[in-house]
């Protein structure tokens, strides 16, 4: 797997600097990194290099907390840009879980009838990255040759928010099986209201295969083989999680590599994805996958601190799910730095509530929710950088979906739900 580097360039425009991402087997940064974690990790028989630099980002010239960038001074809703396509999408997919057997059908609809839809935060952002990559929606009046490659482009980027939609909610049925869930998105799991775990599974498998058919009609190799790569990765995150060893519970660097699979993968090869089939260049499609690779770690990262501070009617699943299943997280790991102690705790496992209630008293008297944070921050802050750095453009619905996807890294670290 390819990471990049971000390296600075002079430009004669109004910037001053610009940053590019080129191909280079790490991802390194101008400032010494504050902490890096790499490794070798042997997966399904291959190997796959990772390296996990955490910069110090005070030098950087865009910062999603401190900013005067232009880009990032006119503020608009990210999920009001797309409204009307993401509409369009979540139609579409209702009629692609369509299917002859009532029983799979009401499993396979069960998150995507309306209301219970979720966020949709996935689509959105593949939406606005299409636009951000300079293909605009053409009025409806035009019908040029051209008006008409651009609408078949467009229809088949909305495929791919569609695709990467229907693989992140099997995961999610697959994930409410393995963890013997019965809350999810503030209603019951399919497996508790169908009281079926095996229905669950098979409307998973089956939601997957749907992906699967809409992926070969984008008849494009490199895309499918980017997307069933996420498909592998989630499958080796998840064994990942539940295989571990005592050491590797307490590594950092398993835990941002398992993070990357179950999490970031999805949305980071999907946004290359959208890049791709635009057309673009082999720079710019790594500069959308960075964005949503860094993006999915600071989402993972805020999802782990608030299943600590959050309460289950926000979150809508029960708080302090991780620690209960022994799932240990970046906050944990991180009060373990300070109190060593902590970690004899988590060698003796959570089935003993006691063990729960010291663990969280540690994490307490710790810096672990705050360093989680500003984790977060750091990989937020890369994700604008990413985005920050595509080719300039004049085009006002280019600019503004930039300004949504910045405006999604601070939405990102700063939601309580």
């Given at each position: 797997m390819l990471f990049s580097r971000i390296s600075r360039i002079r430009s004669t425009g109004s910037n001053g600097c610009r940053w590019f991402l080129s191909h280079k087997p790490h991802l390194q940064f101008l400032n010494p990194p504050a902490y890096s974690y790499s490794s070798t990790h042997k997966v399904l028989?291959?190997?796959e290099n990772f390296s996990w630099g955490l910069p110090a980002l005070h030098g950087f010239r865009h910062n999603i907390h401190h900013q005067s960038s232009s880009l990032v001074e006119?503020?608009?809703d990210p999920f009001s840009l797309v409204a009307d396509e993401l509409s369009m999408v979540a139609n579409r997919l209702r009629l692609m879980v369509v299917t002859e057997v009532p029983k799979l059908a009401s499993a396979a609809e069960y998150f995507f009838k309306m209301g219970v839809e979720g966020k949709r935060f996935r689509p959105t952002v593949l939406l606005l990255m299409a636009t951000a990559m300079n293909i605009s929606i053409l009025e409806p009046s035009l019908r040029g040759p051209g008006d008409a490659l651009t609408k078949e482009l467009r229809a088949r980027q909305q495929r791919i928010a569609e695709i990467t939609e229907m693989i992140h909610v099997a995961s999610l049925l697959h994930d409410d099986v393995l963890d013997d869930a019965?809350?999810?998105?503030?209603?019951?799991s399919l497996n508790f209201v169908m009281g079926n775990k095996q229905l669950a599974v098979l409307a998973g498998d089956f939601l997957l295969s749907r992906a699967c058919v809409a992926l070969a009609s984008l008849k494009?190799?490199?895309?499918?083989?980017?997307l069933a790569k996420v498909v592998e990765h989630l499958v080796t995150g998840e064994t990942m999680q539940m295989t571990t060893t005592c050491e590797q519970r307490c590594s950092m660097e398993y835990y941002m590599?398992?993070?990357?699979?179950?999490?970031?993968s999805l949305i980071s090869n999907s946004c290359k994805a959208i890049a791709l089939l635009g057309g673009q260049t082999a720079e710019v499609a790594m500069l959308a996958y960075e964005y949503g690779k860094n993006l999915g770690l600071a989402y993972q990262l805020i999802d782990d601190v608030l299943d600590f501070t959050g309460t289950s009617a926000s979150l809508g699943k029960g708080s302090l799910s991780d620690i209960r299943h022994g799932i240990i997280t970046a906050p944990i790991l991180f009060a373990m730095e300070e109190f060593p102690q902590l970690r004899e705790v988590v060698d003796r496992g959570f089935d003993d509530p006691a063990n729960v209630d010291?663990?969280?008293?540690?994490?307490g008297k710790s810096r672990g929710i705050q360093r989680a944070r500003e984790l977060a921050k750091k990989h937020a802050n890369i994700a604008a950088?990413?985005?920050?750095?595509?080719?300039?453009?004049?085009?006002?619905d280019v600019r503004k979906s930039r300004r949504a996807l910045l405006d999604l890294t601070e939405r990102v670290i700063t939601r309580t739900k």
């Open positions: 028989g291959c190997r006119e503020q608009n019965d809350t999810r998105r503030g209603i019951g494009n190799t490199e895309v499918v083989s980017l590599q398992k993070t990357y699979y179950k999490t970031a010291l663990a969280l008293d540690y994490l950088e990413a985005i920050d750095s595509l080719p300039e453009s004049n085009d006002e």
